[in-house]
Structures are given as C-alpha cells and as structure tokens.
C-alpha cells in the first residue's frame, strides 16, 4: 500500500489543523494506522493510532496528545485523519503516517508498521 499525507502547514498555538493520509489499493481495511512524528534532533516518536475497523475503543493515543489530538479513518475513502487541537510549539515535527497489517497487535513502536508515508510538516508558533 502507498501512503500519501496531507494537511501540514504553520499555525499559531492554541489553533488546530487536521490532517489526511490517502491510501492507494483496495486493500486500505485490511490495516491498523497510525501516526508517527520526529521533531528536529530528536527520534520519531507514536502519536496515535486506530484499529481496521475503527470506532470507539479502537484508537490509542500518547499521553503528550490525549485529549487533543484525534485519530480517524473513513475506509470507503481509504484515508486516515489526524485532527490536532490546542496545538503547543512542542507539536512542531513532520508527521507520518503508517500502516501495520490489520491480523498484528496494534502498536506505538515505528518497527511494526510495514509502510509509511512520505511525511507532513506541522510548525507550531508560538
């Protein structure tokens, strides 16, 4: 699957900013997404993520964006959201997005998704 992610841009703090990943192929169900994100000098980092089937129960988040950040996925579009509120400079990173075979546990570690995204910059001022 080819993972194309959308939506970043400049936005002062406290604003918010949403955004996509569209996914090539039929096949878009048959896996969990997740976002990733790496800030200048520092690893890449789990944002968030959501099961094949979606829904409620079926997304996870890290502790630095719970509450803020929401993750999504329409699968008759074949893309997933990432919708970030009250965004803080901290925020600031690229951001990708990442597809992990839908029969594997759910993950927050980068080396269990099989494909990735090309990244989107988000820039948080302050």
């Not at 936005?11 to 878009?28: D, E, H, I, M, Y």
């Not at 959501?50 to 997304?59: L, Q, R, V």
């Not at 996870?60 to 929401?70: C, E, H, M």
Request: glycine letters at 12%; charged letters at 20%; hydrophobic letters at 35%.
């Amino acid at each position: 699957v080819q993972l194309q992610a959308s939506g970043g841009g400049l936005v002062q703090a406290g604003g918010s900013l949403r955004l996509s990943c569209a996914a090539s192929g039929r096949t878009f169900r048959r896996y969990n997404m997740g976002w990733f994100r790496q800030a200048p000098g520092k690893e890449r980092e789990f944002v968030a993520a959501i099961k094949w089937n979606g829904g409620g129960g079926n997304t996870y988040y890290a502790n630095s964006v719970k509450g803020r950040f929401t993750i999504s996925r329409e699968n008759d579009k074949n893309t997933v959201y990432l919708q970030m509120a009250s965004l803080k400079p901290d925020d600031t990173a690229v951001y990708y997005c990442a597809a992990q075979q839908a029969y594997s546990a759910i993950s927050s570690d980068a080396i269990e998704y099989d494909y990735w995204g090309q990244g989107t910059e988000v820039t948080v001022s302050s």
